[in-house]
């Protein structure tokens, strides 16, 4: 009896341990080279516009509770919002009237040092709309999108210092990465003693000032902004202050636990920072001097 | 009198449009911004694993392994992350069907509870393996969460495939 095959009705496809290995291996597989790699952002944004109107609709109800809060805001609270507001634009006024003579300064003092001149930086301003659900990250999402002009790797700052960087952009909204987030970095100043380090998010609200020498120049209390050495981040934005120094002599560097300077945790409305002027290029690597017999790979590249 | 499956009335034929729908709708739930909030369930493993212990034939790995994703995306969460959990959670659930059919509700809710834990577990060890921080504790209360609302959901995605009591008074047997 040939092609005697099992009644339909016990056709179940491919064993299911041998779906379950392919499926398992071919989850692993996206895990490792999104979470490591990032090859997979092209599949995302193409998957995400099949989210979008689902998810659109799911945060309708969040803008809903949202504005309805705003709606029933008392009036008290918006008189001394709005009597704090005057009060700031009045000290912010004389400030700004000093900004346009200082720009006009700067430029002639640039110009006179032959200097490229700094380009003006565009921004935007977006608002949180919710923060991500992802419970193992510290990330928010922004009402503004690609379509507004965003793109990933902006800084974002609020009206205190910075909060984050721009991860990914959809066409509607964007993702931002808080400085809090685990691991996320930014290269710092301290103000006090002009010290640079880099600053880590360590995962439960603060942040850590890493590769510092136990015996580095550090007090509580210092301020720490951005150095801008990375090009993303312009110099001189409020990041932290430094909450305690613990030093260790058993280890080699010290733990310096800061605290957030803008409210990063906080929503509001944000400003998305356009990218700082493109970094100068590398300096040219000196010629080897002659007469010391050069060595290694390069040195060869050089004579040919 | 014969045993059953505890829920004693012989049902329709489940149509797919509908195991489709909700699970539609469920995804739609887990896309609500929640934030960080403790004890929200993952309503999409909760309805995906009710299907796969109703249906084991017809809604299985595949299913667990495509809302998966859009669920990664839509939470912004890494890709792969929530449909590794979802095939592991779908695989478990269609072994387990043939004996979670005989149990009641409440007790259905008992089994299905390990099931939901596990599909957390997952998603934990393999973010702490790839270096994210731990979100805390209060993050398996949502399993618990999902296991009580089970029973309310074994009526409310089985209301379709009920059919009125037949009442013939001269039927023979």
């Known amino acids: 009896m040939a092609g005697h095959s099992p009644p339909p009705f016990f ?3 491919p064993a299911p341990l041998a779906k379950l290995v392919f499926f398992v291996t071919v989850s692993l597989a996206m895990l490792v080279s999104d979470l490591n790699m990032r090859y997979l952002d092209g599949f995302r944004q193409g998957l995400s516009v099949l989210a979008y109107p689902l998810q659109m ?62 380009q003006s930086v565009k921004s935007v301003v977006a608002e949180i709309m919710y923060t991500a659900k ?70 439960n609200g603060l942040m850590e000032l890493r590769y510092l020498a136990a015996n580095a120049d550090v007090q509580a ?22 909450a305690r120094v613990e030093r260790d002599q058993a280890q080699a560097f010290a733990r310096i636990p800061c605290l957030p300077a803008a409210g990063v945790e906080r929503f509001s409305h944000v400003l998305v920072l356009g990218h700082q002027e493109t970094l100068m290029s590398r300096p040219v690597e000196p010629e080897p001097v002659a007469g010391k017999p050069a060595k290694g790979r390069k040195a060869r590249a050089a004579k040919e | 009198m014969q045993p059953t499956h505890s829920s004693r009335r012989i049902l329709l034929p489940v149509r797919m449009w509908f195991v489709y729908t909700t699970l539609g709708l469920a995804l739609f739930l887990n896309y609500v911004p929640t934030g960080h909030l403790p004890g929200v369930p ?11 212990v109703r249906e084991p034939v017809k809604i299985g ?6 809302f998966g994703l859009l669920t990664d995306i839509g939470v912004g969460a890494a890709l792969g992350q929530h449909a590794l959990a979802y095939v592991l959670l779908a695989y478990a659930a269609n072994e387990l069907s043939r004996r979670v059919l005989w ?71």
Request: hydrophobic fraction near 50%.
């Open chain 2, 103 to 173: 149990f009641t509700p409440v007790e259905q809710a008992l089994h299905v509870l390990p099931l939901l834990f596990m599909s957390q577990v997952v998603m934990v060890v393999v973010r702490l393996l790839a270096g994210a921080e731990f979100p805390g504790w209060w993050m398996f209360f949502g399993s618990f969460v999902g296991a009580l609302l089970w029973i309310p959901l074994h009526y409310v995605l089985l209301l379709p495939q009920y059919q009125p009591v037949e009442r013939d008074e001269n039927r023979p047997i």
């Open chain 2, 42 to 52: 993952d309503v999409v493993a909760l309805v995906l694993a009710f299907w796969c």
């Open chain 1, 134 to 203: 992802d419970p193992f990250s510290r990330k928010v999402i922004l009402d503004k999108g690609a379509q507004a002009g965003i793109e990933a790797g902006q800084a974002v700052v609020d009206d205190i210092g910075v909060i984050g960087q721009i991860t990914r952009v959809f066409p509607m909204q964007s993702e931002l990465t808080l400085l809090t987030d685990k691991d996320q970095a930014i290269p710092v100043m301290i103000v006090r003693s002009g010290m640079r380090a880099v600053l880590f998010g360590s995962g």
């Open chain 2, 61 to 66: 790995i595949g299913a667990g392994f495509l």
């Open chain 1, 57 to 118: 609709a799911a945060a309708s109800p969040a803008d809903f509770v949202r504005n309805a809060s705003d709606y029933f805001a008392s009036l008290v609270r918006l008189q001394i919002e709005n009597k704090d507001l005057k009060a700031r634009q009045l000290k912010g006024a004389e400030r700004l009237l000093r900004l346009d003579q200082l720009e006009q300064e700067n430029r002639h003092l640039r110009a006179l040092l032959e200097a490229r001149e700094k």
């Open chain 1, 11 to 13: 056709k179940r496809g």
């Open chain 1, 221 to 242: 209390g210092d301020r720490v902004v951005t150095s801008g050495l990375d090009g993303v981040f312009l110099a001189g934005l409020p990041v932290a202050t430094v």
